[in-house]
């Protein structure tokens, strides 16, 4: 044989290795951020089974917070339901939604001193925790994933085999921003403001 031939085998053998360890590399990094997104679909799903004892908790004595309930109502379905983006946008606005809840149960002293809200407001609280904590291994992973099949050589491959782009599950710029709540009126027979959002110029 050849010396021609042996290079060309050769050739042929370390491309071969090398189209392998690229295919078991992104189903390693897609493994990965499928591992990640099931501990916060676990999350979403506690969080999902607590909501509605909080509102059976809370609706006896908040006569004024009938749309926050409401909200949250509506928010609690979205949350295992959608896309990864859609679940982000509902966790991120049920967040909001609860912060602005809680702060109102400070004119409540009796639901307040409750057992059951104290027990479920720390419940609910360390599963936002627990959502923020793994939000950052699976976004990190599913950066790592995108680059991998993103960038040369991988994307000459990556589509061809099914691997395709991943969303990141992330808080809008506006999800961020803190909840205001208006007390002012707190104690006067009149309900709290609702939170004012800051308006984008």
Avoid: C, H
Wanted: aromatic content about 10%; overall charge neutral.
């Amino acid at each position: 044989m050849a010396l021609l031939e042996y290079i060309i085998i050769g050739v042929v053998v370390v491309l071969v290795l090398a189209f392998i360890a690229m295919f078991n590399g992104f189903v390693a990094k897609r493994n990965r951020v499928q591992d990640a997104w099931a501990q916060i679909d676990v999350q979403l799903k506690r969080r999902y089974d607590l909501i509605p004892n909080l509102i059976e908790t809370v609706k006896g004595y908040m006569k004024y917070e009938k749309s926050t309930l409401t909200q949250i109502t509506q928010l609690r379905s979205q949350l295992v339901s959608g896309s990864v983006q859609d679940k982000a946008q509902a966790n991120n606005m049920l967040s909001q939604a609860l912060k602005t809840l809680f702060a109102n149960v400070e004119n409540y002293p009796n639901l307040k001193a409750s057992d059951t809200m104290q027990n479920l407001q720390e419940e609910l609280e360390n599963t936002e925790n627990k959502i923020s904590y793994v939000r950052t291994s699976y976004n990190d992973y599913v950066l790592d994933y995108n680059n991998a099949i993103q960038q040369f050589p991988g994307n000459a491959f990556a589509g061809m085999f099914g691997f395709s782009k991943q969303d990141f599950f992330q808080a809008p710029e506006e999800a961020k921003e803190p909840v205001k709540v208006d007390f002012s009126d707190a104690g006067s027979g009149t309900p709290p403001k609702a939170p004012q959002k800051k308006q984008k110029r």
